[in-house]
């Protein structure tokens, strides 16, 4: 496997994935993940991130409730809940630039509002802005709810359903890791979209209050792939003047991370190097 080592830890009951520098580095990259996935869909990418640029420090967490990471509170999450626990545990010592995947993009967008003043850039890769009948859809299908333990195990086959409708050709391996990261969530897995729906708005208010560099993608298979141009004109409409839009292949689905680790990897890399550090 490529790229340098990883090193896995807890601070608190946050896991989180690091590589790059441990000392002295001139950035942090912090990495939100999707509903009901875990750091594990980027370790690939920060395994190359890191090799092009060793001297930032790549961070991917587990949200409260999801992979490693425990909730440390009861009830239905919040976006805003979520984003201040991982800011602490992450201890972003450095400008930090946000990279957001789909319910992580949503993570990142609080943290650039609320510490404007340490955030250097931000990535959205599949940003939820939703129309108010995606809100109801969220809030109300049966996709996007738990799935009851079934004696028999038929909720496994279920939620593999689930899994692989959402691109073709996915690997066994992934689906299987994406199928053991939903049970695991429990019921975060449903108050996970929930959250979603309900930071709706302010994200909507979040992209127009953003004015540090910002990076709009997503891949031509992604189910978010029609909001990428919307997201980009929120940003603009705030009076962001440096905003770009820079679309993965076509055939990149929500699970991109996994699938086309080089074509992400060189998206963020060629971002932080040329709109974060200057570099030439």
């Given at each position: 496997r490529r790229g340098m080592a990883l090193r896995r830890r807890f601070v608190g009951s946050t896991f989180m994935v690091e590589a790059g520098a441990v000392e002295n580095a001139r950035l942090t990259v912090?990495?939100?993940?999707?509903?009901?996935?875990?750091?594990d869909q980027f370790e690939k990418v920060i395994r190359?991130?890191?090799?092009?640029?060793?001297?930032?420090?790549?961070?991917?967490?587990?949200?409260?409730?999801?992979?490693?990471?425990?909730?440390?509170?009861?009830?239905?999450p919040s976006i805003d809940a979520w984003a201040r626990q991982l800011w602490s545990a992450?201890?972003?010592?450095?400008?930090?630039?946000?990279?957001?995947?789909?319910?992580?993009?949503?993570t990142a967008a609080r943290l650039a509002v609320i510490f404007k003043n340490k955030v250097a850039g931000i990535v959205l890769h599949?940003?939820?802005?939703?129309?108010p009948e995606q809100v109801d859809l969220i809030r109300s299908a049966e996709a996007f709810q738990d799935i009851p333990l079934a004696p028999d195990g038929s909720h496994l086959g279920t939620m593999w359903t689930r899994i692989s409708?959402?691109?073709?050709?996915?690997?066994?391996?992934?689906?299987?890791?994406e199928v053991e990261l939903s049970?695991?969530?429990?019921?975060?897995y449903g108050r996970g979209f929930r959250a979603v729906a309900n930071g709706s708005e302010r994200f909507r208010l979040d992209l127009q209050e953003i004015q540090t560099p910002a990076?709009?993608?997503?891949?031509?298979?992604?189910?978010?792939?029609?909001?990428?141009?919307?997201?980009?004109?929120e940003l603009a409409s705030g009076g962001n003047a440096f905003c770009r839009v820079a679309l993965l292949p076509e055939d990149a689905s929500a699970f991109a991370n996994d699938t086309h680790p080089d074509?992400?990897?060189?998206?963020?890399?060629?971002?932080?190097?040329?709109?974060?550090?200057?570099?030439?």
């Open positions: 912090l990495f939100f993940h999707q509903t009901a996935s875990s750091s190359i991130c890191s090799v092009a640029l060793p001297h930032v420090r790549w961070v991917a967490l587990d949200t409260p409730g999801f992979g490693q990471s425990c909730p440390e509170f009861s009830g239905q992450a201890d972003v010592t450095t400008a930090a630039v946000l990279v957001g995947h789909h319910t992580g993009a949503l599949g940003p939820p802005l939703l129309r409708g959402k691109a073709e050709h996915l690997p066994l391996d992934l689906i299987q890791r049970f695991r969530a429990g019921t975060h990076l709009v993608t997503a891949g031509g298979q992604d189910s978010l792939r029609s909001t990428v141009e919307p997201a980009a004109e074509d992400v990897a060189h998206l963020i890399q060629e971002f932080i190097q040329f709109h974060v550090l200057e570099e030439p």
